[in-house]
């Protein structure tokens, strides 16, 4: 795996998006979403260190849900998501932020909420770290994007490059070999 020498996003950069970003989520949920709190859903395995991250700037009462969804390359023009592990607890009548690293094509986030939707939650939003818009297949918005970038292959900051990289607290570009 080789990486560009230096990071595209700092690891300072991340950590003051974060920061705002919680306060965006705070102005958003603390009377909306009440005592019962919010509902993070994140999505395993990449929205891991973003969501642990974000969930320690927002002050809203906050629980954790988890999907992990795959989508199958010989498939993949067909957007084929498979999920491999689902929310535990009904989202009905809550209030839900899904948690991504990076919005691509959009069909993981897409078939996500369509998922979560069956649940009839209060509310259904979508927080991405970050957004690719030019590679977008499925139209999908995110509420609240920390970064939009370019088309690169990203590592770094939860996501990987075969299943490396993740821990890494930069956001860096993969570059050829
Ligand atoms: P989408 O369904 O939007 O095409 O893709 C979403 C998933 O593809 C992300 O959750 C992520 O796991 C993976 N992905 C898309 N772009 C990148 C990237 O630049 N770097 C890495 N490591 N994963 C990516
Ligand atoms: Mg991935």
Known sequence: MRLSPSPLISAEQIRQRVAHLGR?????????AGEDGLIFVVILTGGLFFSAD?????????????????????TQSNGHVVFTHRPERSLEGKHVLVIEDILDTGRTASAVLDLLKADKPASLALCALLDKPSRRITPIQAKYVGFSIDDHFVVGYGLDYEQQGRHLPEIFTLERE
């Open 54 to 74: 974000l969930a320690r700037n927002v002050n809203t009462p906050l629980r954790f849900e988890f999907v992990a969804a795959r989508s199958y390359e010989k």
């Open 24 to 32: 965006q989520i705070d102005a958003e949920y603390s009377s909306l």
